[in-house]
């Protein structure tokens, strides 16, 4: 084979704690998974009972605006409003060398953090449309070790905005995968209603997915998911719409949330929320008691509905932060949404691996024979200690080949009387 990894422990681990199994990879697939694989290899991993998962997946991420924090000025106030305004003044001065240099940077981070799927919006109310081939260049750059999808996204409104429905349309023309929008940020209510509409139905016509910016409000009675839920139903595309944010279902009324989360199991709609990003910019006209923001997780997960964690933004217009790590983003969402249950907090991984996975209709995602061979080895033995220490990413392996390596994290103590080193795991006796 061409490379085993022996002594792997596989997540879901709370079920077969300390089992540890192989697994072989030939040919940039998963070739066999036993407790003890007799094949040899050209080259071994030794897990040592470390979590080997599939990799991370990023369900949500602007790639067009990552790492230009700074420019032209950093956003004083924190607020959504002026990071669209920045990103406003910066979008004129974009080039695309340096936009696909900072996207291959932010690709590099993301690589070393076992986050090898990126389902990424690009912005296309740009006449040049100059985002769009940089990430275009980008996708086929990364090719070969990631898998990154396209959104098209019209920032500034498909109605509000002139030129956007075509330009967006001019965005799918040149390959960006799945069909964007912003209904909240229209001029009205019913403006919002109407750019779902022509949205899943222009989807709908050429069989794409559908994954918009929907109701990142704090506004109880933006409701546009329900649109979102209806016209995926009235189409037929269940199981291919996703609404990202969602953040106004927070602060709705429970009675009407109660009927809305029905609507989303029928018409197969999956959520993604974005833990960072939602704690930090929503319930800013608040006083106190301050509103989180973010939406309702665990009520959808109740409900059947897919739900995944995104990490949105970093270093950009809209967040000073981050580094690409979903472990982050998957400990903000834990607490967020209070998901201390040891069940809540195994979902809280899931949110930022299987979840997404589904989301982006990734095929052969998962570590069983014929998956393909993408792996990330945790310095943790489980995921909830994953999630508690941000693990270390041992090694990442992409398309079979070992891409990444890291050390564990350690600390050398000089205590009279005490251990002389600590791995921050608890070992009892
Ligand atoms: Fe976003």
């Known amino acids: 084979?061409?490379?085993?990894?022996?002594r792997a422990v596989l997540p879901p681990s709370a079920a077969q704690p300390n089992v540890f199994v192989d697994i072989g990879i030939e040919g940039g697939r998963i070739a066999a998974?036993?407790?003890?694989?007799?094949?040899?290899?050209?080259?071994?991993?030794?897990?040592?009972?470390?979590?080997?998962?599939?990799?991370?997946?990023?369900?949500?991420?602007?790639?067009?605006?990552?790492l230009s924090y700074g420019l032209p000025r950093v956003n004083m106030s924190g607020t959504l409003l002026e990071g669209i305004a920045l990103w406003g003044e910066l979008k004129p001065h974009l080039t695309q060398e340096a936009l696909v240099a900072r996207?291959?940077?932010?690709?590099?981070?993301?690589?070393?953090?076992?986050?090898?799927?990126?389902?990424?919006?690009?912005?296309?109310?740009?006449?040049?449309?100059?985002?769009?081939?940089?990430?275009?260049?980008?996708?086929?750059?990364?090719?070969?070790?990631?898998?990154?999808?396209?959104?098209?996204?019209?920032?500034?409104?498909?109605?509000?905005?002139?030129?956007?429905?075509?330009?967006?349309?001019r965005a799918i023309a040149m390959g960006v995968d799945v069909?964007?929008?912003i209904p909240h940020f229209e001029r009205t209510m019913a403006d919002g209603a109407e750019s779902v509409r022509l949205?899943?139905?222009?989807?709908?016509?050429?069989?794409?997915?559908?994954?918009?910016?929907?109701?990142?409000?704090?506004?109880?009675?933006s409701r546009h998911i329900e649109t979102l839920a209806a016209q995926t139903h009235r189409?037929?595309?269940?199981?291919?719409?996703?609404?990202?944010?969602?953040?106004?279902?927070?602060?709705?009324?429970?009675?009407y949330v109660s009927k809305l989360l029905l609507l989303m199991r029928e018409a197969g709609v999956a959520a993604i929320a974005n833990p960072l990003i939602n704690?930090?910019?929503?319930?800013?006209?608040?006083?106190?008691?301050?509103?989180?923001?973010?939406?309702?997780?665990?009520?959808?997960?109740?409900?059947?509905i897919d739900v995944?964690?995104?990490?949105?933004?970093?270093?950009?217009?809209?967040?000073?932060?981050?580094?690409?790590?979903?472990?982050?983003?998957?400990?903000?969402?834990?607490?967020?949404a209070q998901m201390t249950g040891i069940d809540a907090m195994h979902a809280c991984f899931d949110a930022v691996t299987a979840n997404a996975a589904r989301i982006l209709g990734l095929e052969r995602y998962g570590i069983e024979p014929g998956c393909d061979a993408n792996l990330v080895v945790l310095d943790a033995r489980d995921a909830v200690e994953a999630i508690r220490l941000r693990a270390a990413r041992l090694a990442v392996v992409s398309r079979g080949k070992v891409v990444s390596r890291a050390p564990a994290a350690r600390a050398q103590l000089s205590l009279e009387g005490r251990p002389a080193e600590v791995d921050f795991k608890l070992h009892r006796g």
């Not at 799927?117 to 990364?142: G, M, Q, S, W």
């Not at 069989?207 to 409000?217: K, N």
């Not at 595309?237 to 709705?252: A, I």
């Not at 319930?283 to 301050?290: E, I, Q």
């Open 279 to 304: 704690i930090t910019l929503q319930g800013r006209s608040d006083t106190y008691p301050k509103r989180r923001g973010m939406t309702r997780v665990p009520e959808m997960m109740a409900a059947g």
């Open 103 to 169: 996207a291959l940077q932010y690709c590099d981070w993301a690589v070393a953090r076992g986050l090898l799927a990126i389902r990424t919006h690009v912005d296309v109310c740009d006449e040049r449309l100059l985002a769009v081939e940089a990430l275009l260049e980008v996708k086929r750059r990364v090719a070969p070790y990631m898998d990154l999808q396209l959104v098209a996204f019209p920032q500034d409104g498909l109605l509000r905005s002139a030129d956007a429905f075509d330009n967006l349309k």
């Open 308 to 336: 995944a964690f995104g990490h949105d933004c970093v270093m950009d217009p809209w967040y000073s932060l981050g580094s690409g790590d979903m472990l982050e983003v998957a400990h903000m969402g834990l607490h967020v």
């Open 199 to 221: 949205l899943c139905e222009f989807a709908a016509g050429k069989g794409l997915r559908v994954d918009m910016h929907c109701d990142e409000s704090d506004d109880p009675m």
């Open 179 to 181: 069909v964007g929008g």
């Open 235 to 255: 189409l037929g595309m269940q199981g291919r719409v996703t609404g990202s944010h969602l953040t106004s279902m927070h602060s709705m009324d429970n009675y």
């Open 1 to 6: 084979m061409d490379l085993i990894i022996r």
């Open 33 to 66: 998974v036993e407790p003890t694989l007799a094949a040899t290899a050209r080259e071994e991993i030794d897990a040592n009972g470390s979590l080997v998962t599939p990799p991370f997946v990023d369900a949500h991420f602007h790639m067009d605006a990552t």
